[in-house]
C-alpha cells in the first residue's frame, strides 16, 4: 500500500491591479497636525518639518460646517434605530478625522434607509472636507 504524496506548493491567488477609473477620488484621513496660523515665523517652521504640510488639518473653527452638513446628511433617518447613537457621534466629534471615521456609519444607515444610490451620492458631499488624491496606477506596487 502507497501512501500519497503531499505537495508542498500552496496555491496563490495571481495578484491583479485593481482596476482604476479616472473619475474616482481616495479619500484619505485628514492629518493631526495642524498648520499654525499665528506668525510666519511659526508657519514657515512648519512648512519645512511637517511631512506633509497641504495635508494638514484644517483649523478648528471650520469643525462647525463640517458638523452642519453630517447633520443635514442624516436629517432624514427615522426608520433606522441606531440614527440617534450616530446624530450624538456627529455632536461629540472633536476633530476633522473623527468625521472621517464616522463618513462608514452615515454611508450604512443611509444605505439602509434609502439606497446605496442615494448614500453614494451623500457621501461624495461629505467628502468634500477631506483630502484626497488620485488613485495608484494599476502599474505601480503596492
Known sequence: MSTPTLSLRRWRRPVMAAPTSS??????PPSLCQA??????????????APAPQDAAPPPTRLGAVREDFHT?????????????????????????????????VYRLV?????QFEAEARLAGLNRHFPTRSPRSGFAPL
Not at 23 to 28: K, P
Not at 36 to 49: K, V
Not at 90 to 96: N, T, V
Open 111 to 115: 444605505a439602509v434607509q434609502h439606497s
Open 36 to 49: 499654525p496660523e499665528s506668525s510666519w515665523w511659526q508657519r514657515a517652521l512648519f512648512w519645512l518639518l
Open 73 to 105: 446628511s442624516v436629517a432624514d433617518l427615522t426608520i433606522v434605530p441606531d440614527a440617534g447613537d450616530l446624530v450624538r457621534r456627529i455632536e461629540l466629534a472633536r476633530s476633522l478625522r473623527e468625521f472621517w471615521h464616522l463618513r462608514a456609519e
Open 23 to 28: 473619475l474616482r477620488q481616495e479619500v484619505c
